[in-house]
């Protein structure tokens, strides 16, 4: 889903890990779909994250390549940096045609930013969540807090003020659901095939709840 949480405390705790003298980067989470075919529940990995204002982030050639080896050979491709969700076909398209990018999230392009800033190597691992055909209904979008838990009051109160937005709803769950099934499959499976140790450490902006609350396997 391309919505993300709170961009300055991740900015924050990033700088605090680089300070600590972490060896690299890696943003791991899900984003939106930009290019036309791809599935809830796709791989990507990030070649490079462009910016709302036209920066462009390479990842480290060495780490996505064991990136994608690991995920079974996930696509490496562009991405785009957003601060504020993609909500519907046309605006994908147009960020689509405009950076190229595959597809859109709201933490990358910040983790990308800390990486430069201290040199350190970074890579990008996202799984599709909502489709490029698919449009957010506002319900899910206000439905998100900023530490990735669902806000179950505004969501009723959005499905009230508008029941036709329901069926939308029910299929952004599904989505959702999907993304971060193959998201945690992904985070185990890079975790055997770069020797982690603790799978918790892998993930710092990814909530543990999908888009209709309901708790996580980990």
């Known amino acids: 889903m391309s919505g993300g949480g709170d961009g300055v405390g991740l900015a924050r705790a990033l700088d605090t890990a680089a300070a600590n003298k972490a060896s690299a980067i890696i943003s791991f989470g899900v984003a939106g779909g930009l290019a036309p075919g791809l599935v809830s529940g796709s791989s990507l990995v990030a070649r490079s994250i462009v910016a709302e204002g036209g920066e462009r982030f390479y990842g480290d050639p060495v780490w996505s390549r064991r990136l994608s080896a690991?995920?079974?050979?996930?696509?490496?491709?562009?991405?785009?940096?957003?601060?504020?969700?993609?909500?519907?076909?046309?605006?994908?398209?147009?960020?689509?045609?405009?950076?190229?990018?595959?597809?859109?999230?709201?933490?990358?392009?910040?983790?990308?930013?800390?990486?430069?800033?201290?040199?350190?190597?970074?890579?990008?691992f996202r799984v599709v969540a909502d489709p490029a055909e698919r449009r957010l209904p506002h319900a899910a979008l206000v439905g998100m807090q900023a530490?990735?838990?669902?806000?179950?009051?505004?969501?009723?109160?959005?499905?009230?003020?508008?029941?036709?937005?329901?069926?939308?709803?029910?299929?952004?769950?599904?989505?959702?659901?999907?993304?971060?099934?193959?998201?945690?499959?992904?985070?185990?499976?890079?975790?055997?095939?770069?020797?982690?140790?603790?799978?918790?450490?892998?993930?710092?902006?990814?909530?543990?709840?999908?888009?209709?609350?309901?708790?996580?396997?980990?």
């Open 70 to 124: 690991a995920l079974g050979g996930a696509p490496i491709v562009d991405m785009a940096g957003v601060d504020a969700p993609v909500i519907d076909h046309a605006a994908k398209r147009a960020l689509h045609v405009k950076t190229g990018a595959f597809a859109a999230d709201m933490e990358s392009h910040i983790a990308a930013r800390v990486a430069a800033a201290h040199r350190l190597p970074f890579a990008a």
């Open 147 to 218: 530490d990735g838990t669902l806000a179950l009051g505004a969501v009723a109160r959005s499905i009230l003020r508008d029941p036709r937005q329901l069926p939308q709803l029910l299929q952004t769950a599904l989505d959702a659901r999907a993304a971060f099934a193959a998201l945690l499959r992904g985070r185990k499976m890079l975790a055997g095939a770069l020797a982690f140790t603790e799978l918790r450490e892998l993930v710092l902006d990814m909530p543990a709840e999908d888009v209709i609350g309901g708790s996580l396997p980990v």
